[in-house]
């Protein structure tokens, strides 16, 4: 049972080719990760998921309809693009009510909302007092109003607190749990591994992968070995004719590929060579992350 | 294809009606301040002209030649207050459409609502609604008050039941609120306050003000034009450049309405 289905989408401002021919879909019961770089596209993506914005090519289906067919949009599918598209000097409350009684939702749903993102205390306050962490709130509380099956954040988190992020983080988990569609953007990788289930990576509007989180962390876990010994040059030497490659670590350690923990172990005790440190060093899923994305950067600084 | 339509205890509306959308704009309407801001500033200010620009004609009518008498038009000169009221009410009728698109709630609206001439529709009807009450409660206002000033003053007055006083002071409040429909229309199509403020002042001020430098197959347009054509209903002494006065404000509606009509399309096409 496949949610959104975005095929072949394409978007063009004039010249510019910020969506390029991109396909994917998303899952219920799943954190869906939708991850690039600053400027890849995943905003305007997801503006045209919502029908904001009108795609050059190509065309995106939620539970099989164009979003602007849905009939009561807010029970199918709730959005959060941006946590400060309030109106400052309305209430809580009255944002809420508006947007509950322009989809024919009961009244009700606004403090159920409320309830749920814990902003009862604050309904009757106006939204300019905010801060981020409860903007943010009152904008998840807006997606929920209508009890949809499927959400869509774009990037949740910037700028909230380690306190709000692990709220934001533990919300979208739950709402997976219940077997919702969630599609999350981030450009931060880091955060994806401990939210999402499924990635949907892309750089320049092109789709660069689209797997599910387990089978990313073991492919970018190919990794390498960090060895310590008192006297690396020659071991290195030797690591070198035995088929690893080496390179030279922190503080004078040596960063070994080619070769597991285990052989390295064994090819330390067969020459001899006492060992002070041996760790098998797993890729981070930054550094992955960069990998995959290191050619679809928009603006690359140049001390890389 | 999918069973996620259905919603198990949300089962309210199968379909959002246009009264949804209607009321939801006039909740977003009524729950911000700067509406009601605007609607005192509107009384306050248009009251107030008219009381400054009513309290001392006495002397004025005493300076006047017999023939100038004749022309005496104590309605009009109630109902003057308009100059100022088109913009408060402008303001109104641009605000309901570009402080959504200043806070960026526009999105959040258009996917509440995604069916866009819909929503833009439910903008124009409630705006409007409010820019009919507020422009007629403002016109009579102004001319029950200018009236009582004349009469204090003993200077020549209207009554509503005089003729064609009912149908100026009536046309000042449509005039208003066709103002407000522009307004709303210019604020669809610029996206900005700013602009579309700009906008309106240049048409209701700047062009009548320089109005002579146009050639003269362009004059013709200025007789359907806001400030100086179509306000000619508010006038009870008829004037012999506008025989039609009502047919000088249907020319007017129809600008707005052309207005209005762009600010449909463009607001259907355009990405947010």
Partial sequence: ?304 | MSSLATVPDMSTASNVTFANTLRAEWIKLRSLRSTWYTLACLFVVGLGITLLSMSSLAQEYESLTAAERQAWDPTNLSLRTYIVAQLIIGVLGILVVTSEYATGLMQTSLTATPRRHRLLAAKVVVATAVAVVAGQALMFAAFLAGQALLAVQDVPNAGLGDPGVLSAVAGGGLYLSAIALLAIGLGTIMRATAGALATLVGIVFLLPAVSGLFPSWLQGLFDFWPSQGAVAVLATVPDPDYPHPWLNLGGMCLGVAAVLVAAFVVFRRRDV
């Fill in chain 1, 1 to 304: 049972m496949t949610v959104i289905e975005v095929q072949g989408l394409t978007k063009r401002y004039g010249p510019d080719t910020v969506v390029d021919d991109l396909s994917f879909t998303v899952e219920p019961g799943h954190v869906t990760g939708f991850l690039g770089p600053n400027g890849a596209g995943k905003s305007t993506t997801m503006k045209m998921i919502l029908g904001l914005a009108a795609p050059t090519r190509g065309s995106v289906t939620i539970g099989g309809r164009r979003y602007r067919d849905l009939p009561v949009p807010l029970t199918e599918v709730g959005a959060l693009l941006d946590a400060g598209a309030v109106h400052g000097s309305r209430k809580a409350y009255d944002h809420l009510l508006a947007l509950a009684v322009s989809n024919g939702l009961p009244r009700r749903r606004v403090g159920e909302v409320l309830a749920r993102t814990g902003l009862e205390g604050v309904a009757g306050k106006r939204a300019g007092g905010f801060s981020l962490g409860m903007r943010q709130r009152l904008g998840l509380a807006a997606t929920l109003l209508g009890d949809p099956q499927v959400l869509i954040f774009d990037e949740p988190v910037n700028g909230l607190d380690p306190e709000g992020i692990r709220w934001i983080r533990d919300f979208m988990r739950s709402l997976a749990r219940e077997g919702r569609a969630v599609l999350v953007s981030s450009h931060l990788m880091s955060e994806m591994a401990q939210t999402a289930d499924h990635l949907v990576v892309i750089g320049r509007g092109r789709l660069i992968a689209d797997t599910s989180m387990s089978e990313f962390l073991r492919a970018s876990s190919e990794g390498t070995v960090l060895v310590r010994t008192p006297d690396p040059g020659p071991f290195a030497l030797r690591l070198t004719a035995g088929g690893a490659t080496v390179r030279e670590g922190p503080e004078s350690s040596l960063v070994v590929s080619g070769m597991t923990s285990e052989e390295i172990g064994k090819f330390a005790t067969y020459h001899g060579v006492t060992l002070s440190e041996l760790t098998p060093q797993r890729a981070s899923l930054e550094d992955a992350f960069m990998e995959l994305t290191r050619d679809s950067v928009e603006y690359q600084g140049t001390t890389a």
